[in-house]
């Protein structure tokens, strides 16, 4: 069987949307409410990337330097280490006060899609990133456990958050996102997740 860009994304999203719906019915309450709603921004963000080539996903179709590649590349960065956080605190992730131009270039490269990346590939990153996400919100002993921010210039100094809310920003993140995606691929091509 020849796989199509098409026929990957679908794949991947479909694999996903069963794991994260077997994670979901296997959670309850808040956990269940919480995967039920990071799934839902999730497929809206996949779903921007259906029936394209991997050109088409690096494309600039706006005056923003996103592509839809790169947004799906960034959510799987954010994602993973804010889930990374909930388990091992501030040390997850860097010390942003710190950072160089390097740093920096390296970062913008989250958001654009590289030579020899496919979107297949990315889509697949994406769903390793959420199936595990999802296990964490399954099985943390305590949504309340806090842990102290990273520094950085946009946190609050000597803040903490629970385990919640790094969850609900997940969430947050990732709506955000799709709908920069949504605005990308109408730009692209006039397909719209909605309407």
Do not use: N
Not at 8 to 29: C, I, K, L, P, R
Not at 81 to 107: C, H, K, N, Q, Y
Not at 142 to 165: G, I, Y
């Amino acid at each position: 069987m020849t796989t199509t860009p098409a026929t990957a994304a679908s794949t991947a999203t479909t694999a996903t949307t069963a794991t994260t719906a077997t994670t979901a019915t296997t959670a309850t309450g808040e956990r269940a409410d919480l995967l039920v709603a990071l799934e839902k921004q999730r497929h809206f963000l996949r779903f921007t990337t259906r029936d394209l080539t991997d050109e088409q996903a690096g494309l600039r179709t706006t005056a923003s330097a996103l592509c839809l590649g790169g947004l799906v590349k960034h959510v799987t960065a954010v994602e993973r280490l804010w889930a990374e956080f909930i388990v091992t605190g501030p040390s997850a992730m860097p010390d942003f006060t710190t950072w160089t131009e390097e740093d920096f270039a390296r970062r913008a490269d989250e958001f654009r899609m590289l030579p020899g990346e496919t979107l297949a590939g990315v889509l697949a990153a994406y769903d390793e990133v959420a199936r595990r996400t999802d296990e964490l919100v399954a099985s943390l002993p305590d949504l309340d456990a806090t842990q102290p921010l990273p520094k950085a210039p946009w946190f609050e100094q000597d803040a903490t958050w629970s385990a919640r809310r790094v969850l609900l920003h997940i969430v947050a993140e990732t709506a955000q996102h799709a709908g920069h995606a949504d605005i990308i691929r109408e730009s692209l091509d006039g397909a719209k997740s909605m309407g």
